[in-house]
């Protein structure tokens, strides 16, 4: 999370602003430390079948609101595992993947189901007219923004998020798809300066890149 609620605290106007990053995740350490986060399944269920397409930050938040309010949620995930962007999307040394798994235990143990490496797409998207009473679409923003400029079809020219997920899988010692993108040795350029672009940069130094430049 950027933070962006510290850039608009009012205390920034004419001093430090208060953490609130910080705080909310000191927080929730302690709170996993000490136990006081846990599973909290209804007392009762529904017979409401609900489907939630993506596992990622907002489809996890939504299954869970959704059961605790009793009914029977099923969330699907292409990736072999879940998390979405927090799983391959964001770095390790920024976003502990263990982080993902105790909440992904705490959602199994209040009762929500889980399917891996599942598309849904024109050939089995009737599967969630025929099997449950309503669908959220939860999924990521996958389709990167292109720049139509001379030379934009040349070799080594790779989006953000195909690197990142590469460069995830690997040090999740999973299988990686597709020709290897690897910074070592290289004179990197980084277009954007995000999030997604500062992930890129650290990964690019991280994997022993000669020179990484980033363009804002």
Known sequence: CPAPCENSCVLAKNDDPVTIKSIERAIVDRGWEEGWIRPDPPESRTDHEIAVVGSGPAGLATAQQLNRAGHHVTVFERHDEIGGLMRYGIPDPKFAKKRVDLRVDQLREEGIAFETNTEIDETN???????????????????????????????????????????????????????????????????????????????????GATQVVQVE
């Open 125 to 207: 998207a009737e599967r969630l007219r025929s099997d449950f009473d309503a669908s959220v679409i939860a999924v990521g923003s996958q389709k990167p923004y292109d720049i139509d400029l001379p030379g934009r079809d040349l070799d080594g020219i790779d989006f953000a998020m195909d690197y990142l997920t590469q460069a995830n899988r690997t040090q999740a010692d999973k299988p990686v798809s597709g020709e290897r993108i690897d910074a070592e040795d290289k004179n990197v350029v980084v277009l954007g300066g995000g999030d997604t672009g500062a992930d890129c940069v650290a990964t690019a130094h991280r994997q």
